[in-house]
Nanobody, 125 residues
Framework: EVQLVETGGGLVQAGGSLRLSCAASGFTLDDYAIGWLRQAPGKEREGVVCLSTYDRRTYYSDSAKGRFTISSDNARNTVYLQMNNLKPDDTAVYYC??????????????????WGQGTQVTVSS
């Protein structure tokens, strides 16, 4: 059974940083693309980033480019999202998600098959 447990969310001021972690079990990171989604209050879930673990290629949303960095520790089956220069618009629940394939076909919600319970990120102005 695929399980994804996100941690690391919290309250931060604009311009600050947070590092989210995602502990994965029930599958091996080597075999699937992995990424992050987010959902802000009153908005649809949107893609943030996808990482093709087999070739290490990454695909970021425009809002995440240059500020967010995804990484993985495949030995620990753990994925990270380093978020810098956070903005109030980044306020959302962030979800770790497993891709439908071993490569990234995109980074939108439809490109992922499972996700965790999420962790809340709140950025104050």
């Amino acid at each position: 059974e695929v399980q994804l447990v996100e941690t690391g969310g919290g309250l931060v001021q604009a311009g600050g940083s947070l590092r989210l972690s995602c502990a994965a079990s029930g599958f091996t990171l080597d075999d699937y693309a992995i990424g992050w989604l987010r959902q802000a209050p009153g908005k649809e879930r949107e893609g943030v980033v996808c990482l093709s673990t087999y070739d290490r290629r990454t695909y970021y949303s425009d809002s995440a480019k240059g500020r967010f960095t995804i990484s993985s520790d495949n030995a620990r089956n753990t994925v990270y999202l380093q978020m810098n220069n956070l903005k109030p618009d980044d306020t959302a629940v962030y979800y770790c998600a497993v891709g439908r394939r071993y490569y990234c076909s995109g980074y939108g919600p439809d490109d992922f098959g499972s996700w965790g319970q999420g962790t809340q990120v709140t950025v104050s102005s």
